[in-house]
């Protein structure tokens, strides 16, 4: 038995695979699962009775969570003239226009989110083949396509999270490290489920949240109840 499987089956005897645990119990169970050598990202993974092929169920939008993520999140700004000049006051990373853009085609990125001022949409609009599988591209819904470029580099550094529904109706993302305090952790997760069932669109039908769960980057999964879920309003 290799040594990560050993490592993986006693965090599992810590978990009740048949168990719907309380937010809170989860919380206080995913604690005692920490057992790699960095610092673990929570992980949260959702379900949603929803069929993204229709426009009017995609879920999608972000979130700042109230304690950040524990990231330190580079951020590149597509902009010009006086937005470019408000982009670097304000504290982004990479600043630029054409150039900015001539990097990314040749596969250069060294960002974790990138935004645009409107005007600019087309010249991002060159490279979107190689930011889109990246989920690089600005977009509107996820604040990143703004000329208030100031508060949308501050929503990024104090840990915004973006989230989209993928084909078959999950959403997952990063809501904080372990080392975060039980109150910070749940801060963050409870913001976070009370965004996406904001979402919820209006032709979905049936129980919104199918199935969710918790876990760490090198952990198991503890189920969470779902009702509890999509009480959180």
């Known amino acids: 038995m290799s040594k990560t499987t050993k490592r993986f089956q006693e965090l599992l005897k810590k978990v009740d695979e048949k168990k719907n645990y309380s937010l809170a119990e989860a919380i206080d169970t995913i604690k005692t699962l920490a057992s790699a050598k960095f610092d673990e990202t929570v992980e949260i993974a959702l379900k949603l009775n929803v069929d993204p092929r229709h426009a009017d169920q995609m879920v999608r939008g972000s979130i700042v969570l109230p304690a950040g993520t524990g990231k330190t999140v580079r951020v590149a700004v597509i902009a010009k003239d006086a937005k470019a000049d408000e982009a670097k006051a304000a504290g ?128 198991p999964s503890v189920t969470l109840d779902a009702q509890e879920v999509m009480d959180l309003k």
Request: hydrophobic residues 40%; without cysteine; proline residues 4%.
């Open 92 to 219: 982004a990373d990479i600043v630029g226009a054409e150039d900015l853009v001539d990097e990314i085609s040749k596969g250069v990125m060294n960002f974790d989110v990138l935004i645009a001022t409107p005007n600019l949409m087309g010249l991002v609009g060159k490279v979107g083949r190689l930011l889109g599988p990246k989920g690089l591209m600005p977009n509107p819904k996820t604040g990143t396509v703004t000329m208030d470029v100031a508060q949308a580099i501050n929503n990024a550094k104090s840990g915004q999270v973006n989230f989209r529904v993928d084909k078959q109706g999950n959403i997952h993302a990063g809501l904080g490290k372990v080392s975060f305090t039980k109150e910070q952790l749940n801060e963050n997760i409870s913001a976070f489920i009370k965004a996406i069932n904001k979402h919820k669109p209006a032709t979905a039908k049936g129980r919104y949240v199918k199935s969710a769960s918790l876990a760490l980057t090198m952990s």
